[in-house]
């Protein structure tokens, strides 16, 4: 009899240069369900239609992770973070982690 248990395959990380970049001025809301980590991002807008235009805090998309992958992402941005305000000569704002 074969064994048919599956292992953890390989995942190679493919780069797509055409992949959106997305600005968001907060996360608003965190939610848990069904164990996927739920974030809201809103940005404000100005509706120019009227002068001054009124300000609106809109929805601009949401991000739902998994809890272990939501939090390695929390710890992997606090820990880049506090890289970044260490530095004796912060880099550009370009710096990455890799």
């Known amino acids: 009899m074969t064994d048919i248990t599956p292992g953890t395959p390989s995942v190679s990380f493919l780069d797509n240069p055409h992949a959106p970049d997305v600005f968001a001025d907060s996360a608003t809301g965190f939610f848990n369900f069904n164990g996927n980590i739920r974030i809201t991002f809103e ?9 001054p235009g009124p300000i609106t805090r809109v929805a601009i998309g949401r991000l739902v992770m998994p809890l272990a992958a939501a939090e390695a992402m929390a710890r992997g941005l606090l820990d ?16 990455t982690r890799h």
């Open 43 to 51: 940005s404000v807008r100005v509706n120019h239609a009227s002068a």
């Open 80 to 95: 880049f973070i506090n890289q970044q305000r260490t530095q004796q000569n912060p880099p550009d704002q370009a710096a």
